[in-house]
């Protein structure tokens, strides 16, 4: 397997201007995690799906942020208006239902700039 | 809520042993995780532990106390490719995804 995948890898945008990030988890895969990392938050859990439905959505920062999981096979979380504080790399992570040891497989992240 | 207190850096000359040591505070506790992480990458798997006690990977071990709400990663015979950023992670309270402490950034010297 590819393993997760994410893209765009990098993206720079202006404030105001509407980001999507995507996401293809492991295949077989139940659970799609995405995070966001800063320095000063560290890595931060955003919102979470269990078999394509969204099961925990509380760390999402504001409405700006929105997450979809339309099937098994494909994710995105949008940003709409973006703004400066939202620059970070974001991550996306899936994990089988049936792993014994709290591994998460993570995708090679997006970072986002935003201007 | 869950909560993790790590330290936020180590430095060690190669060769060496270092313990990256990880408290916890959880409303229902299903593990320690460990992971790490490479400059501009992204976070792997190292290791995890369900029960109090040690498990050994290679150079690497993590050990449990749940008594104590403790881990830490004791990495050994340090190579220069182990600098990297180490997390210690417990589950969330519906025992699901990942909640991360800061991050431990290892800096191994020659």
């Known amino acids: 397997d590819a393993g997760v995948i994410q893209s765009p890898r990098h993206e720079v945008t202006e404030m105001g201007q509407e980001v999507t990030l995507r996401c293809k988890p492991i295949s077989g895969h139940d659970y799609l995690f995405w995070y966001r990392q800063t320095m000063m938050r560290g890595l931060e859990l955003l919102i979470y799906f269990n078999n394509n439905v969204p099961i925990d959505d509380s760390g999402m920062p504001e409405d700006r942020f929105s997450a979809k999981m339309p099937n098994a096979s494909f994710s995105t979380l949008k940003i709409q208006p973006s703004e400066p504080r939202d620059s970070a790399v974001y991550f996306c992570?899936?994990?089988?239902?049936?792993?014994?040891?709290?591994?998460?497989?993570f995708g090679p992240g997006t970072r986002l700039t935003v201007l | 809520g869950q909560s993790l207190e790590q330290p936020s850096e180590v430095t060690a000359v190669e060769g060496a042993i270092v313990q990256i040591n990880c408290t916890y505070q959880t409303s229902g506790f299903y593990g320690l995780s460990w992971y790490q992480q490479h400059d501009g990458g992204a976070p792997t798997f190292l290791s995890y532990n369900a029960l109090d006690g040690l498990e050994e990977t290679g150079r690497f071990s993590s050990f449990l106390s749940r008594s104590d709400s403790y881990g830490y990663l004791l990495l050994q015979e340090l190579q220069m490719k182990d600098s990297a950023s180490y997390f210690c992670?417990?589950?969330?309270?519906?025992?699901?995804?990942?909640?991360f402490g800061k991050g431990t950034t290892l800096s191994v010297s020659s």
């Open positions: 992570a899936s994990t089988p239902a049936s792993g014994s040891r709290n591994e998460q497989f």
């Open positions: 992670a417990v589950k969330d309270q519906a025992g699901t995804a990942l909640i």
